[in-house]
């Protein structure tokens, strides 16, 4: 996986809304990507292992370190952790197309493959350029000479030819789906531009040809679907997907991008409250969506009013009032109530700005309607 294209996005990080919460012990995180929001996985760790079982190399592997980015990547870095994003394991579906996606960069390790080195100035100092135009001036030393060297090397075309090849071969010594690498391919092939998981792997008709190849050679390798089960104190995992409807009247724009605001922040939100409230179930994110039970929360708007406080001159109230409603994996109503959101502001503000800035409450609140509702326990999914 070519490095250049990770840094120049690596400034995204920083703006990111959503919280690492810490999926696992961030004691696990090297502390150089600690401040980079940096989580393990218990899944992504164990599928790693799994495929490097009996390899050349394996001792040189640490972990699987996700990056909350929206953009799609991943690479090996020098010191043995495989770098992935939630951009990148959001356009997969399932288990088996992950470790497509890491077994392909640990054949990088395994094979021992030599980096290129990218020497050219300008290209090195145009990355560096927006890298500190994002991070800003106070984000300096250890975080910048990390990107710096991020994308000082790469692995050449053919070295990423010989990738695929070998992670099908780790696919299906390990019981993985050897077929899944080509729909992860194709899942991964409408990514776009700098940043883009295909920006320096061969075209996606000769993947496919090289993963088709592949798979014919190591078909009768293939082992046994593989199971993997999380930590034995590990809650039970469930992914709340919210449903936020949209809104017809004439501030159809502002709702919507009041519910997108609303779903950044709720999954930190209900992590948090899960944890106080010791919930029996543990909030995953939707990428980890295919290994959890799945709920979900629906948000229908009903009224929206903005009209003066009848106590307070030169104040504003913003109301809106809505259908909640909380449904179990089989579509089975848990909590259904109508519900009201309001925030006050002075005539001077914006109203867009003040609307905008209330997201982060109405997504507590929501978390907090379905930590209420949710049963004291949560069968394990089967």
Known sequence: MRAPVFAAVAFALFFAVWESGGQEASSKVPTEWQSWSAETDWELTAIAQSLLQGEPNSEKFKDVLVL?????????????????????????????????????????????????????????????????????????????????????????????????????????????????????????????????????????????????????????????????????????????????????????????????????????????????MSCQFHPVKRWQRHRAKIWTLQVVPTNWQISPLPSIEGWIRWEVRMNWRLLNEKMEVWADREERFSTTFSKGENLKSAILSSAPLFAHRLARFVVQNCPKSVAVKQ
């Open 68 to 276: 909350p980015l929206k953009e799609a990547n991943a690479f090996v870095n020098p010191d043995g952790y495989l770098i992935i994003t939630e951009g990148l394991l959001e356009r997969l579906n399932g288990r088996d197309e992950i470790a497509f996606v890491i077994a392909h960069e640990l054949a990088h390790l395994i094979k021992g493959h030599p980096r290129n080195l990218e020497t050219d100035p300008t290209r090195l100092e145009k990355i560096r350029t927006e890298v500190e135009r994002g991070l800003g001036t106070s984000v300096v030393g250890t975080g910048l000479q990390l990107l710096v060297n991020a994308v000082a090397s790469y692995y050449s075309r053919e070295r990423e030819r010989e990738a695929d090849a070998e992670a099908i071969r780790l696919m299906a010594k390990a019981g993985f789906d050897i077929n899944a690498a080509k729909s992860a391919l194709k899942n991964l092939s409408d990514e776009g531009g700098f940043l883009s998981w295909f920006r320096s792997h061969p075209f996606l008709t000769e993947r496919l040809e090289i993963v088709d190849s592949a798979i014919r050679r190591w078909r009768l390798l293939a082992s046994e679907p593989i199971k993997l089960t999380p930590p034995p104190d590990r809650a039970n995992e469930v992914y709340v997907d919210l449903q936020i409807a949209s809104w017809s009247g004439t501030e159809r724009t502002l709702w919507q991008e009041f519910a997108e605001e609303v779903k950044r922040g709720f999954w930190s939100s209900l992590l948090e409250l899960a944890r106080k």
